[in-house]
T-cell receptor, first 109, second 111 residues
């Protein structure tokens, strides 16, 4: 298996704080994607960053990509209780998707 | 509404009894994929299909079969289920290597 790894595995913060999650991967990629999953439900796409991009924003989300270090980070600013979920990175390349093991985020009201 | 549907959502079966989990998408995506999700292991790709009649193995294909006879459908077949296939299964569709759209999941328990 060539799974990516996410760090930390779990994160607990207060509402209003920022949450940062990191993802490392092993293969060359065309793009990297971040997904959110609420309690065993289907995954929902958050943001996609291509291999030639270094940073991307979407609302309260900021994603960075460093292909030389094979790593990415997801920053959620001004977190809300509704952001409580598991977050996964996924790399896309050579027709396959490889998911990380996920970060469980808990935002305390 | 653009969506990926899976059926059944929950299934309890016994070892060795063949079963099929259906997956259908209405977004005209060429790429479809099956994943299993297990605690602590994230999502692992079982099989994927780049188009009709084109399928290939993912990371954990043992014990599974797939077929892609129509663009919209991509069923997952367990010909002789075993307890280690107890898991949460997701189907997804996308344009090739682009954003994936996931179904709601199928919880399978093999006794």
């Amino acid at each position: 298996s060539q799974q990516g790894e996410e760090d930390p595995q779990a994160l607990s913060i207060q509402e209003g704080e920022n949450a940062t999650m990191n993802c490392s991967y092993k293969t060359s990629i065309n793009n990297l994607q971040w997904y959110r999953q609420n309690s065993g439900r289907g995954l929902v796409h958050l943001i996609l960053i291509r291999s030639n991009e270094r940073e991307k924003h979407s609302g309260r989300l900021r994603v960075t990509l460093d292909t030389s270090k094979k790593s990415s980070s997801l920053l959620i600013t001004a977190s809300r209780a509704a952001d409580t979920a598991s977050y996964f990175c996924a790399t896309a390349g050579t027709y396959k998707y490889i998911f990380g093991t996920g970060t469980r985020l808990k935002v305390l009201a | 509404e653009a969506q990926v549907t899976q059926n059944p959502r929950y299934l309890i079966t016994v070892t060795g009894k063949k079963l099929t989990v259906t997956c259908s998408q209405n977004m005209n995506h060429e790429y479809m994929s099956w994943y299993r999700q297990d605690p602590g292991l994230g999502l692992r790709q079982i099989y994927y299909s780049m188009n009709v009649e084109v399928t290939d193995k993912g990371d954990v294909p043992e014990g599974y079969k797939v077929s892609r006879k129509e663009k919209r459908n991509f069923p997952l077949i367990l010909e002789s289920p075993s307890p280690n296939q107890t898991s949460l299964y997701f189907c997804a569709s996308s344009d090739l290597e682009e954003t994936q759209y996931f179904g709601p999941g199928t919880r399978l328990l093999v006794l």
